[in-house]
């Protein structure tokens, strides 16, 4: 009645016939079949839908076996997993790749807005006792704590309302990175066991990033603290478990107290931008390397971001800046934390302008300039349409192979000079 592609059931070509023939959506004739493009089209739907959700409960049936001999009890692994759903939804998310890459001051325009800063503000008087309490447990600033809280969920009010369970479990059968959702659903599974949360108040985004700051089970597991003294580790309730969470994963992940984050810097002319080591304070500052306000810190292991290019502002930034990296490893995210907790805290934002008039490339451009790189001997790696370091270096060779600054920042202007000399 069926057969197994790549571990998925499908449906044998005379059983979808039949089910054609069953639904009306076929026709016969003495000389011909004829069929209804729409409702075959509805049907294939519908069979498809049918067979992926029986084979995703034999899946689910096999990881419950294999819950229980890692130690999962049989009470957590009917709470957890009995009528447990896939999720069509968390697959289409989780394939979901948008046209146009953001630019970096539209991503700040929101993540920093001014109604961001003046809620957080509020939350930070609210909680301002356990805020502080933590900063002194841990090291961590009272407003990046806070800052954290306002761009993982909103100070909790979008931290997303997906059983943790169905999305990992879904994606786990499904999605693009099968392993890695597998190991994050049995840790999920160890959390409910432990007793730190019921199932059913599992709840999160559909990538299974759970509670007010968003923690995978795995981060749960290694970072989440018990902050209120309950005897739970609650993400989802307790804002004291939330701050002490978050102020211990930054604080495991490097944070060094008493230092800041970093500083905006003014860039002298000639500077090398084509650049990426760490190093000291003093040795930018021989560079010539100013802070726009104030003195530069004093750092050992520093390094010179230019998150828009030659254009656009530019940062010296210490161990602080990459241990809210180690939160998310992403540019945008780390400045948006940076920028929104010193915002919280009544400090300066920003002072120089962002390139507004540069038009942002599409993931197809960003391909297309991969490919172009790789063929001009600029290796790159695979086109897959994200500027990633390799691809900013292999356009940073370029740039400065064409006497441009080497700022690896990936523009219109620069995706049609490689078109043009890879043809």
Known sequence: MSLKVNGLMRVRPNVYLAVLLATGALALSSDRVQASPQLMSEVDTQAATEVSHASFQQWLQDFRQYAAGQ??????????????????????????????????????????????????????????????????????????????????????????????LESLATLAYDGRRRDFARGELLAALRIIDQGDIAAEQMKGSWAGAMGHTQFIPSSFEAYAVDGDGDGRRDIWGSIPDVMASTANYLARAGWQTGQPWGVEVRLPEGFDYAQTERRSTAQWRSQGVQARQGELPNFDSAAIVIPAGADGPAFLVGANFRAILRYNNATSYALAVATLGDAIAGREGIQHAWPRDKVPLTRNDVQELQRGLNRLGYPVGGADGVMGPNSRQGLRNFQRDQGLIPDGFATQGLLEQVRSRAE
């Open 71 to 164: 130690g999962i009890s049989e009470a957590t692994l009917s709470k957890a997993l009995d009528g447990v759903r896939y999720r069509e939804r968390v697959i289409e998310l989780d394939g979901y790749q948008p046209e146009f890459v953001r630019p970096i001051w539209e991503y700040l325009d929101t993540a920093v807005s001014s109604t961001r800063i003046n809620n957080g503000r509020e939350k930070l008087a609210d909680h301002r006792a356990t805020a502080q309490q933590m900063q002194q447990r841990y090291g961590v600033p009272a407003e990046i704590i806070v800052a954290i809280w306002g761009i993982e969920s909103n100070y909790g009010s979008n931290f997303g309302d997906f059983s943790t």
